[in-house]
């Protein structure tokens, strides 16, 4: 049997060294991405932040497992899928990573202007993402499905959508210019079309992702980080309303799609 | 007078401190082949592991891509079914050390491994059987290595 | 003692897929940190696994093997309810065990 499986193997090896001639880039790298998504790295954040979700930390010593993550205490599956949304009360339309830090402000007595100001990949900054990766993992393969039925949500769509074709910065850049239009690319990175529904696992749906060529677990507000960063924009405030609205246009525009996120990227 | 209890207690924390400084020789170390890990190239690599000059052979399977998004994770699988396969190795020619990984055979598992490795740049991968009567066996593939662009 | 691994066993008929995440930096040795200075070699060097107590599975890793590594393996003769437990070792002589049932 193991023979017939090698030959198998080794007929297989020879058909596709015949076929590689003709496999476009773009194909090659699909193989690629195909064959990392067997055991993803942000498999061991999504266990760190379940890990942090039950554990009582703080000054008021106290676990996660209350924070309203939109669907009521406690609430994770389907939480993500459903944010950035209003919240009562602290009356901001947040997304994910601002909610998780109400959260531990609210209930664990952390300082939360703390941390939206420490550096990512430190800190209780870390903890946010390793947590926004379990969240975010609770909802795979669920849609998306942002609520609009509160005022602020819809005003928020509306400046998220002015600040995607804003044009500023040295290059004269907005996100419109790499994600304002079908059949865009970088190098090899095919870029999705953010002013519209893209589809499933593609750019809103994908984040919060490991990235292979850093090793390091991106949320979506690092994302946008980088985004500015690339556009040699000034960095946005950690959870800065520009930032949750931009969250607020790209997951309303993506309605309908599977997420696939903790994603693995490159 | 320090009583015999105290002493084996120094002697027990003494021992801990030089483990823990890696002053102790540790399974891994005195296991862990540092010529093999050293070497550069298939010829040296395959020498250094207690093989004879390696021979391209249909039956050992390496699984790897055309491309490398980034080179930072590459993933690759080495097998091959014939008797008397000892152990199964992974190299990358134009790594800084060409020798990436080295899994033992035994009848308790498939032969078959898979892992990830960082390439340097684009380069040839081989798979090495290595086996009992001293003879290496490869399969290889050059992995295009690239850096892409600045998105997703 | 670093963070926990993510193992994943299944059955597969009569053997077990076991699919392990290590948490581990891997630094090369390579690397220069902002400051210029080289960051010295941090590697798992040998990885091993049990099934049931037995000793099956044993890997010796360099410097190539990539940060926050992953392997998979095969177990003959695995069932569901076995119990495996892997250990990783590395070159600064901190260990690692952790375990998991085939499902």
């Known amino acids: ?109 952390f300082d939360g202007a703390a941390i939206a100001n420490t550096p990512f990949g430190r800190g209780e900054q870390d903890n946010v993402t390793a947590l926004a990766t379990f969240v975010a993992a609770a909802s795979r393969g669920l849609h998306f499905d942002l609520p609009q039925s509160h005022p602020a949500e819809r005003q928020m769509y509306e400046i998220g959508k002015r600040v995607f074709y804003f044009r500023g910065g040295p290059y004269d850049f907005a996100c419109a210019s790499c994600h304002g239009e079908d059949g865009k690319r970088i190098r090899l990175q095919d870029l999705p079309n953010l002013s519209k529904n893209p589809g499933d696992g593609v750019g809103f749906a994908s984040w919060p992702a490991y990235r292979v060529s850093n090793g390091q677990m991106w949320g979506m507000q690092l994302r946008l980080n980088d985004c500015y960063r690339q556009q040699r924009f000034p960095y946005p405030g950690f959870s800065s309303d520009a930032t949750v609205a931009l969250g607020v246009f790209m997951g309303v525009n993506a309605k309908g799609a599977e997420s696939i996120a903790p994603a693995i990227k490159r | 007078m320090v009583s015999r209890r105290v002493m084996l207690r120094h002697s027990a924390e003494a021992a801990a401190l030089m483990a823990t400084a890696g002053l ?70 134009k790594n800084p050390t060409t020798l990436a990984a080295v899994f033992e055979v035994n009848d308790a598992l498939e032969p078959s491994f898979a892992t990830r490795v960082k390439m340097a740049q684009t380069s040839n991968v081989y798979a090495v059987a290595l086996l009992a009567d001293g003879r290496a066996l490869f399969a290889q593939k050059e992995v295009k290595v690239t850096l892409g662009g600045c998105g997703g | ?85 892997v250990t990783w070792v590395d070159n600064r002589g901190d260990k690692r065990s952790d375990e998991a049932t085939v499902v």
């Open chain 1, 1 to 109: 049997m193991n023979k017939l499986i090698v030959a198998a193997a080794g007929a297989l090896l020879w058909v596709g060294v015949a076929a590689q001639a003709q496999k476009s880039a773009a194909d090659g790298i699909a193989e690629y991405r195909k064959m990392l998504e067997d055991g993803n790295p942000a498999e061991l954040f999504e266990a760190k932040g379940e890990a942090l979700w039950k554990q009582k930390r703080g000054p008021k010593n106290a676990s996660l497992e209350s924070c309203d993550l939109g669907k009521g205490p406690g609430v994770v599956k389907g939480a993500f899928v459903e944010l950035p949304r209003y919240f009562a009360d602290t009356d901001r339309v947040q997304d994910l990573e601002s909610r998780l830090v109400s959260c531990m402000q609210m209930l664990q007595g």
């Open chain 2, 24 to 93: 102790l020789p540790t399974t891994a170390s005195a296991a862990w082949p540092q010529a093999a890990f050293d070497a550069k190239g298939l010829a040296d690599t395959v020498k250094a592991l207690g093989a004879g000059a390696p021979q391209e052979s249909k039956d050992v399977t390496l699984t790897a891509p055309d491309i490398a998004e980034n080179g930072a994770v590459v993933p690759v699988g080495c097998a091959c079914a014939l008797a008397g396969v000892k152990r199964l190795a992974l190299l990358v020619e």
């Open chain 3, 1 to 85: 003692m670093g963070d926990p691994m993510r193992i994943r066993a299944q059955a597969q008929g009569d053997k077990a897929v076991v699919r392990v995440l290590m948490s581990h930096e891997m630094e090369t040795g390579q690397r220069k940190d902002s400051a210029g200075k080289t960051v010295p070699a941090w590697f798992i060097q040998e990885v091993t696994a049990s099934h049931n107590g037995t000793p099956v599975f044993s890997a010796l890793w360099g410097t190539a093997v990539s940060k926050n590594p992953f392997v998979l393996f095969t177990i003959r003769g695995a069932k569901a309810g076995d119990k495996i437990v």
